[in-house]
């Protein structure tokens, strides 16, 4: 996978999120975040995947709006930059093709 890739309402269960990261390849982590919480733009070596499993995360990407709720996976190839706005009690996971696991 190589391109940016957004995909509505797959992925609603862990179960699902878990298989789509493994059949990547990919490592996978979850995350809470009881507030709301800003990264600014920035960008990774490797490929990064995103599911949101509750609430909402919006992804800036060279101007572009993406809003992933539940169910939806943003996929990020390694070096594109991005900012990241999360709604307070969002729960995601991310899936990496390489780095610390």
Do not use: C
């Not at 609603?12 to 990261?21: E, F």
């Not at 960008?43 to 599911?51: A, M």
């Not at 900012?83 to 390489?98: C, D, I, L, Q, R």
């Amino acid at each position: 996978m190589s391109d940016l890739e957004h995909i509505r309402g797959k992925y609603t269960t862990l179960d699902l999120v878990k298989a789509d990261i493994e059949q990547d390849g990919f490592r996978m982590r979850t995350y809470q975040e009881p507030k709301a919480r800003t990264f600014p733009e920035h960008s990774h070596p490797i490929d990064e995947t995103v599911y949101v499993l509750r609430g909402s995360m919006t992804f800036t990407v060279a101007g572009k709006v993406y809003t992933l709720d539940v169910g939806e996976k943003l996929h990020l190839p390694a070096g594109t930059p991005h900012s990241v706005s999360v709604e307070a009690g969002t729960e995601y996971a991310a899936g990496w093709n390489g780095g610390p696991k």
